[in-house]
């Protein structure tokens, strides 16, 4: 089995400042501790997309070098590093710069956080299509109800090729009281991003979204929405490590979910990310 992980975190507080880490997360998590979760997993062929973890905004440039200090001893095969998307001419000097650094494959400024409207700020479109230009894919990362707004920019910049991280984090609820994944409007938003044809997403970000514990059984009607929307060919694996886990309980659930609902779980869990981000 190969698993090209589309959404691979590391971080080291003692190289990089990271304002929103808090309890168990406030610590390194490097190779030695990937290591330890791949262990755990199952036995594959693992390949990685590292996707910037939000350190200072001063350092992205930083984080991308220290990434790539690492190949070494962690198969990435690429980088979505921050760009501060806001900010047309501090994004173009960070796009000339990712240009010399090889692994850079896609950018990625959090909009989770922002208010509604914030990618649609001419500034920021500018931007998005500076980085659809420069050949980059660019990660959307947005709550449920900010779905709309990976609409519009699809719809304003046809040519940026967007991956939608952790399927919009949907409400899913716990074990106990798992929410509803159809006929729900973020089912609804999602059907409609996925008619965008620049618009694929990454499943990945469920364990996160239900952190007092979840079930396989309580996360596959979100994967089978996506599916249902997205397609085989529009849906790529990710990891979120160290954010959710268990790890390879992750990958053994997507694993066996693809086999069970198309056959085989190649695209989703290796060639797709390789398509989408362009990997050698």
């Known amino acids: 089995m190969r698993v090209v992980d589309g959404h691979l975190h590391l971080w080291d507080p003692e190289n990089l400042d990271y304002e929103w880490l808090r309890g168990p997360l406030l610590r390194s998590f490097g190779p030695v501790e990937l290591d330890g979760a791949l262990a755990e997993a199952p036995?594959?062929?693992y390949g990685f997309v590292f996707v910037?973890?939000?350190c200072a905004p001063d350092?992205?440039?930083?984080?991308?070098?220290w990434v790539t200090s690492l190949v070494p001893h962690v198969a990435v095969r690429g980088i979505v590093a921050r760009a501060p998307l806001e900010d047309p001419a501090a994004t173009d000097e960070h796009l000339a710069a990712f240009a010399e650094r090889p692994l850079v494959v896609g950018v990625r400024r959090l909009l989770q956080s922002e208010p509604d409207g914030f990618a649609a700020r001419p500034g920021f479109r500018a931007s998005a299509?500076?980085?659809?230009s420069a050949g980059l894919v660019f990660d959307a990362c947005v709550r449920a109800h900010q779905l709309a707004d990976v609409i519009a920019l699809a719809?304003?910049?046809?040519?940026?090729?967007i991956v939608l991280d952790h399927l919009g984090k949907p409400a899913v609820g716990t074990v106990d009281a798992a929410a509803p994944a159809a006929g729900t409007p973020w089912s609804a938003a999602l059907a409609a991003l996925a008619e965008r044809p620049n618009v694929v997403c990454k499943l990945s970000g469920l364990p996160g979204e239900s952190p007092d514990g979840w079930s396989d059984a309580q996360l596959r009607p979100f994967l089978d929405v996506a599916l249902g929307a997205f397609g085989p060919d529009r849906l790529l694996f990710g990891?979120?490590?160290p954010v959710s886990g268990p790890y390879g309980r992750w990958v053994e659930t997507v694993a066996t979910w693809a086999v069970?609902?198309?056959?085989?779980?190649?695209?989703?869990?290796a060639?797709?990310?390789e398509r989408v981000y362009g990997l050698r």
Do not use: K
Not at 129 to 132: E, T
Not at 155 to 161: E, K, S
């Open 129 to 132: 299509q500076a980085v659809a």
């Open 155 to 161: 719809d304003a910049v046809p040519d940026l090729a």
């Open 52 to 54: 910037q973890a939000d």
């Open 260 to 269: 069970d609902r198309l056959g085989d779980a190649e695209a989703v869990l």
């Open 239 to 241: 990891g979120d490590w």
């Open 59 to 65: 350092q992205s440039m930083a984080e991308v070098d």
């Open 271 to 273: 060639a797709n990310a």
């Open 43 to 45: 036995s594959a062929d």
